[in-house]
């Protein structure tokens, strides 16, 4: 009862950046750039938070909730890069469809 508990109150972090991190996903896809979303999700599960999830549920003896702490960071880390990368605009050169000018459209 009180691990069910814990992971409840551990889930009011886990699932805001669970959304943020799907929104930015899912706004970089419809632009284009699905690949980077792509790359991001694997690199940071094999070389960030599988580890993570090692090392808090088993070495460090967290069990259940260590597990929990990571998937907590991995879904804020990515929500983070990906938000990065949605500011820095850099997907707009992937982008299917191209902005026309005002001028051109009022045409």
């Known amino acids: 009862m009180k691990l069910g508990a814990t992971l409840l109150l551990l889930s ?3 699932e805001p950046g669970r959304n943020f991190n799907i929104i ?3 706004s970089l896809q419809a632009a284009g750039d699905a ?4 790359i991001v999700s694997i690199s940071v599960t094999w070389l960030f938070s599988l580890p993570l999830t090692y090392f808090l549920g088993i070495r460090m003896g967290y069990g259940l909730v260590g597990i ?3 998937f907590i960071v991995d879904e804020w880390l ?11 605009r850099a997907w707009e050169s992937k982008s299917l469809v191209q902005r026309s000018d005002r001028k051109e459209a009022a045409m």
């Open 12 to 14: 009011f972090l886990l």
């Open 24 to 26: 930015i996903e899912k």
């Open 35 to 38: 690949r980077f979303p792509m």
């Open 68 to 70: 929990w702490t990571a």
């Open 78 to 88: 990515r929500g983070i890069i990906l938000f990065v990368r949605w500011r820095s």
